[in-house]
Structures are given as C-alpha cells and as structure tokens.
C-alpha cells in the first residue's frame, strides 16, 4: 500500500486514483503507523462477503403459498388490466 501513496510503483499505479494524491507529511505518518504495527480498531473493520452469495446469481424460485390462503387478482383491476388498450390493440 505504501508504494501505491507514495508513486514507488509507476505512474498508472498511485493511490488515490481519483482526487489529490497524499502529502509527504501524510505519507510520513502512514508510513511510521505501518512500522508501529498498524493497530487497526476492530470496529473500523470491514465485512468482507461472498460476492457470489448476492440475490443475482441465485436461482429463482416460485414463493410458497401457505395452506388456505388463496392467489387471486383483484377483479376491478383484473376487469381494467384486460380491457385496457395495451391488450386489445390489434398488431
């Protein structure tokens, strides 16, 4: 990481890539926290997660429909939703 701030590794690889780059002071202070030992508080600690456990690559499923309870559309919108112009056009 300190070579990416402080530009050791090329010009296409500095951080920040957006935005202005460090100062040396700031590059100094990043640089004397990583000999302390860099303490990182557990509580700044990022959640790292499966990125293939998101919604988009699981397959889909139909949802349970619990005994008695019925699917049935609202007939007033049922009534407008076919009669409407989208579905009675001719092509």
Known sequence: MIH???GLKGED????QKGERLTPEQIGLLRAW???GADWPESASV???DKRN???FKAPTRPAISEG???RLDPEWHRQFRFSPVWT???
């Open 13 to 16: 690889n500095l951080m920040p």
């Open 47 to 49: 959640k790292v997660e």
């Open 69 to 71: 309870q019925e699917c």
């Open 89 to 91: 056009k001719k092509v």
């Open 34 to 36: 990583i000999d302390q």
């Open 54 to 56: 998101h919604w988009a």
């Open 4 to 6: 990416l701030v402080a």
